[in-house]
């Protein structure tokens, strides 16, 4: 049993119009006119597939082929928004991949014991409402459902006013549900897999995630008359935690990787001494133990940075998560499922956020990865080969149908 690939390459052209931009990349942000126009698309063909489709209270779309035996389903999924002007594989390539999965057990006239379905989830990117994740969130009981609909976009609209504009505020309660395992097949983001001439990365868990902020606080003063020697600049003290930040993760190892990707400058004006800088730092790795190594390294690079240029600071460790582990029995599924196909693969782990990260919390979950040319995505040039995507989306169905069990 194997997927059609032009079946699936039209899919993807296809859909891909729906908020296309002229560069080739995509724009569709979440229940906007065009997410209405890409999710209609996509009822309409898992319809076409012979799915009873429903739509939940967070707009989320469900479609479920029937199985042999009353048991709870395989569920495929992703999520349908993008970023804007980015690219027409986050997140749209897995919804196709789980729709092409179901179209060639159709194909096959595969009978499986528990059902298989696919879900579409809503608002995962986070581009017009925080947070992200927000469809599954709410699912995994995570994030409360009014919380969600009084979500604000920039221009102060209601997500939940905007469901319902769109025609997507749906009626099946958006909660927990038994499931026999969730998969979702994912581009990297990461340019491990093509480094490594690999077409697919069987995902075994998400890294922990912990999110500090720094207060620096320094003496604000003229640029012209303060000489160097009675200088405290907040951002001279900020640019030597920058340097040590990147520093942390060569000292700590492994996969670490740091960042330093905000900074709120006062007064940032050409003609005054930094007296205050707020900046964030991002730290990443798949050990809990080597974040907090890194943590213990990062209240060294503050204290010392601060010392040197005499200026006082406030640091808050405010957001941890723990890394994510996939199921063992879905892991495997996945892995027999790429072996059986006899094509290059490893173990891997992903670096970003997904809707498979909520879904983890209630079920059996596993992920496929397929490259990301190189290792870019979230932008218009986001690219993966077709052949690629192939043997990602045999994995997929492989995978499911083995863990559906034949009947
Ligand atoms: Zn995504």
């Not at 996509?42 to 939940?56: N, Q, T, Y």
């Not at 670096?351 to 979230?378: C, E, L, N, W």
């Amino acid at each position: 049993m194997r997927i059609n690939r032009e079946r699936l390459q039209d899919s993807m052209e296809r859909l891909g119009r729906i908020g296309a931009t002229p560069r080739g990349g995509l724009t569709r942000l979440a229940l906007t006119d065009e997410d209405r126009r890409g999710r209609d698309l996509l009822v309409e063909w898992m319809r076409g597939a012979g799915l009873a489709v429903s739509v939940d209270q967070m707009g989320n779309i469900l479609g479920l082929r029937p199985g042999a035996d009353a048991l709870p389903p395989v569920l495929m999924g992703s999520h349908a928004d993008s970023v804007p002007t980015g690219g027409t594989y986050d997140g749209q390539l897995g919804v196709l991949c789980a729709l092409e999965a179901i179209r060639s057990l159709n194909d096959a006239r595969t009978e499986t014991r528990h059902p298989v379905g696919m879900v579409i989830f809503t608002n995962e990117e986070g581009a017009r409402f925080q947070p992200a994740m927000i469809g599954s969130g709410v699912m995994a009981g995570k994030i409360p459902l009014e919380d969600a609909y009084n979500a604000r976009d920039r221009d102060g609209i209601r997500l939940g006013d905007e469901l319902e504009r769109i025609g997507y505020l749906g009626g099946e309660p958006c909660v927990p549900r038994p499931m026999r395992a969730y998969l979702e097949l994912h581009i990297e983001q990461g340019p491990i897999l093509e480094e490594q001439g690999l077409p697919v990365g069987v995902v075994e868990g998400i890294v922990a995630i912990a999110w500090s902020r720094l207060t620096l606080h320094g003496v604000q003063d003229h640029a012209g008359p303060t000489p160097m020697r009675i200088r405290h600049d907040a951002l001279v003290a900020a640019a030597e935690v920058v340097r040590g930040v990147r520093e942390i993760s060569r000292q700590v190892g492994g996969d670490m990787v740091s960042t330093v990707g905000r900074l709120d400058v006062v007064p940032n004006i050409p003609n005054a001494i930094p007296g205050r800088v707020v900046m964030s730092i991002d730290l990443r790795d798949p050990d809990d133990t080597r974040i907090t190594r890194a943590l213990g390294a990062l209240d060294r690079v503050v204290r010392d940075a601060a010392r040197r240029e005499g200026v006082q600071y406030e640091l808050e460790h405010y957001w941890r998560v723990p890394r994510t582990d996939f199921h063992p029995d879905v892991i495997d599924a996945v892995e027999r499922a790429v072996g059986s196909l006899g094509c290059g693969h490893r173990r891997i782990f992903s670096g970003a956020g997904h809707d498979a990260q909520y879904m983890a919390a209630i079920a059996p979950t596993g992920m496929v990865f397929v490259p990301s040319k190189a290792g870019r995505s979230h932008c218009e040039e986001e690219f993966t080969a077709l052949d690629d995507i192939e043997h990602g989306a045999n994995t997929l169905l492989l995978a499911a149908a083995d863990l559906a069990q034949p009947a």
